[in-house]
């Protein structure tokens, strides 16, 4: 896909507004609950899974809102760390991250922002929309969005990125579609944003 859409062009310039499939990457580390999230949009019922190594793909239509009917082609890579290294190959092209976060587990919590801070900040995911789901809020202890935002260092992100915290419980489905239209959301302003920048180099 990456040698087809050229080095700096992405799926926005390519697909006409509102049509299409679009492309998103779901990372986190492991044990966050991505593979469990994948399976419920797609299927609308729990899966018990297994630790993904490599990567699971899905086309998973929007429920909610804006996003209704439209098609999400889903990529869930593995989260162990020996495997984070590839997901750069993954990202590339990519209309959309969605990264995955335990909200229960503290003791990661830098880990995490490590990783999603070296995802985001990669020359190819420049102003890539962020989703970060904030998994296992059905459980004590799980951390609110607004205190994620500061634990993950978001704000540090400037305006180069869109990016939205969403509470969500991968077991129940609760949160996930809501997060996949906030997602739709930001990649339909990136590209408003990307035609008229176009506009004014003319």
Not at 80 to 103: A, H, M, N
């Amino acid at each position: 896909m990456g040698a087809n859409m050229g080095k700096n062009a992405s799926l926005l310039d390519a697909l006409p507004s509102g049509q299409g499939t679009l492309h998103v990457v779901m990372l986190g580390l492991d044990s966050a609950g991505k593979t469990t999230a994948l399976y419920r949009l797609k299927f609308d019922q729990y899966l018990n899974t297994v630790p993904t190594i490599g990567f699971n793909c899905e086309k998973v239509k929007g429920m909610v809102g804006k996003a209704k009917g439209v098609n999400f082609l889903v990529w869930d890579v593995g989260g162990q760390e020996k495997l984070r290294p590839l997901w750069k190959s993954y990202t590339r092209c990519t209309d959309g991250i969605v990264f995955v976060l335990d909200s229960v587990d503290v003791e990661r919590m830098e880990e995490a922002k490590m990783e999603l801070a070296r995802t985001v900040k990669a020359p190819e995911n420049c102003g890539v929309p962020v989703l970060v789901l904030a998994n296992k809020q059905d459980l004590p202890g799980a951390r609110e969005p607004r205190e994620l935002d500061k634990l993950l260092g978001l704000t540090e992100l400037g305006s180069s990125h869109l990016w939205h915290v969403q509470p969500a419980c991968a077991i129940t489905g609760d949160g996930l579609h809501e997060g996949l239209e906030v997602l739709y959301e930001m990649i339909l302003k990136r590209r408003k944003l990307a035609k008229e920048r176009k506009r004014k180099c003319r």
